[in-house]
């Protein structure tokens, strides 16, 4: 069974950093492609970062780009966020999702930047 | 930068097609992929390349694609099938978005 398992969530002040984790497994971690997507509360979900399969190739949206790190490690099965200077509109949920196509999604781990 | 657009709102009665559309300049060049997100719930990938069901998502989901416009259907709409719905693309070969997501409700 594929299962994807976040944790590192929390709160944190403004300006603080946070490293959110997603843990693999049921399937060959290192095969596939990884992307963090987010969701505010009540609003929408936010694609955030992409890592390909072998980690060579990344890609984030504008609203992170020279804050956040995305990387994955084959050896623990993990891909990881690290989200530093991180202000209020970063709150929210934090899913890890497998492939391009999004087609398994963990339960997701809570952020909340507050002072 | 691209964007996905969705109606914020659907109602359908029980048993009858709900559609939900998704609009972006010239989508029909790209693949488009649906979730269904249920209320306090992780979403689930309902289609993917524009028309195919993954193993497991009933028959009665189908998609679309051509022109500026995707669309979900649902035929024979069930209780079950509230919730909130986005599309998703690769906006550019960097960058993935989503659009802003449908609430589908059954009266």
């Known amino acids: 069974e594929v299962q994807l398992m976040e944790s590192g969530g929390g709160l944190v002040q403004p300006g603080g950093s946070l490293r959110l984790s997603c843990v693999a497994s049921?399937?060959?971690?290192?095969?596939?492609?990884f992307n963090w997507v987010r969701q505010a509360p009540g609003k929408g979900l936010e694609w955030v970062a992409y890592?390909?399969?072998?980690?060579?190739?990344?890609y984030y949206a504008d609203s992170v780009k020279g804050r956040f790190t995305i990387s994955r490690d084959i050896a623990k099965n993990s891909l990881y966020l690290q989200m530093n200077n991180l202000g209020a509109d970063d709150t929210g949920v934090y899913y890890c999702?497998?492939?391009?196509?999004?087609?398994?999604w963990g339960q997701g781990t809570r952020v909340t930047v507050s002072s | 930068s691209y964007e996905l657009i969705q109606s914020p709102s659907v109602s359908v009665s029980p048993g009858q097609t709900a559609s939900i559309t998704c609009s972006g300049d010239?989508?029909?060049?790209?693949?488009v992929y649906w979730y269904q997100q249920k209320a306090g719930q992780s979403p689930v990938l309902v289609i993917y390349q524009d028309i195919k069901r993954p193993s497991g998502i009933p028959e009665r989901f189908s998609g679309s694609n051509s022109g500026n416009t995707a669309t979900l259907t649902i035929s024979g709409t069930q209780a079950i099938d509230e919730a909130d719905y986005y599309c998703q693309a690769w906006g550019s070969s960097t960058s993935i978005v989503f659009g802003g997501g449908t609430k589908l409700t059954v009266l």
């Open positions: 010239t989508l029909g060049d790209k693949y």
């Open positions: 999702a497998r492939h391009q196509a999004f087609d398994y």
């Open positions: 890592i390909s399969s072998s980690g060579n190739t990344i």
């Open positions: 049921g399937f060959t971690f290192s095969h596939f492609e």
